[in-house]
């Protein structure tokens, strides 16, 4: 699987370019699936409003409005009660998996209940993040970002790729993600996390991780 794991979607020409480079053909010619789920356990932006605009393309985050030739839904939470041979064929046929923000460990609970975190190492779909959507690819997400709380405890997530992210960097409508905050958030990991804005993205494709930027980031090793 190729990830493209961004702050805020596919907010400038460089992050579009990587994601073109990353198909196998063109945007107008890629079926996509978005997957709401991590909006639902975020208090700020679902359900309602704000996770029908995601679905509909009328976010303030390009991602569904990129030109998909066709773009279908999934919700990961409603999975467990449908017959696997019903989802899985839709998901291993799709293009591209557009992944929202929300609450990391809200997404994290329902990829691993429905089976869908199984599926994902093995599926040839570009997978692109934003915000919890990208987060939940690391090991851990970081106690800080916690919110939605896991029957389990912890801030443990899928652990797919070896860093970590605090996403939205310097935002001024989240004054609490400063780079001073994100070098604080570092210093509880072993592994290396990556402090990126909304003009940024990571792009990993066979274990290669790539900044892709046209604004600010930072790398902060343990």
């Not at 064929?89 to 199984?118: E, I, N, R």
């Not at 939940?136 to 970081?142: D, L």
């Not at 994100?182 to 274990?207: H, L, Q, R």
């Amino acid at each position: 699987m190729k990830l493209l794991l961004t702050s805020a979607g596919v907010t400038n020409p460089t992050i579009h370019k990587e994601l073109t480079d990353m198909l196998d053909k063109p945007i107008a010619e890629s079926n996509a699936l978005c997957i709401p789920t991590a909006m639902y356990g975020h208090p700020w932006v679902g359900p309602g409003e704000k996770a029908w605009q995601f679905i509909s393309g009328k976010s303030e985050n390009p991602m569904v409005d990129l030109g998909w030739k066709s773009v279908g839904v999934l919700e990961l939470s409603a999975l467990p009660s449908i017959d696997k041979e019903r989802w899985m064929p839709l998901v291993q046929g799709t293009d591209v998996l557009l992944v929202s923000g929300g609450d990391a460990l809200f997404l994290y609970h329902w990829m691993k209940k429905s089976g869908f975190a199984d599926l994902l190492p093995s599926l040839d779909a570009v997978y692109v993040g934003m915000s919890a959507g990208s987060m939940v690819m690391a090991p851990n997400i970081g106690e800080e970002f916690v919110g939605w709380s896991p029957p389990t405890g912890g801030d443990k997530a899928l652990g797919l790729v070896d860093f970590a992210m605090f996403p939205h960097l310097e935002n001024e409508m989240l004054p609490d993600n400063t780079l001073a905050n994100a070098e604080k958030w570092a210093s509880n990991f072993s592994s290396p996390g990556y402090a990126i804005d909304d003009e940024t993205a990571i792009k990993v494709t066979d274990g290669e991780v790539k900044v892709v930027s046209e604004g600010q980031w930072k790398l902060l090793t343990p």
